[in-house]
């Protein structure tokens, strides 16, 4: 049985917040519109809203590269209000 990260354990995550914000600043409508710009699938962003999966580093940098905002912004944005970065076992997300 896999173990809830602790980022979806978190009261306060909150990927839509942050997702939405993102598609106001680049004027889209749609998650496929986004998911395009982020040059992910849908079925990735769809997981991340549904808490399914967690907004993990290369999302985060894929985030900040569409945006030109801060990792700590956008992990604000999303509620993470973690005092360190979480990295995952091997440097895999």
Request: hydrophobic content about 40%; cysteine-free.
């Amino acid at each position: 049985m896999a173990t809830k990260s602790p980022l979806l354990a978190m009261p306060s995550y909150d990927p839509d917040a942050l997702l939405n914000h993102v598609m106001v600043l680049l004027k889209l409508r749609t998650d496929a519109e986004l998911a395009k710009a982020l040059g992910v699938s849908p079925p990735a962003l769809s997981k991340v809203r549904h808490r399914r999966m967690e907004v993990g580093a290369s999302m985060l940098i894929r985030l900040h590269e569409a945006t030109d905002l801060s990792i700590r912004e956008l992990r604000n944005r999303m509620g993470d209000t973690a005092k360190r970065y979480r990295m995952p076992a091997g440097g895999q997300d």
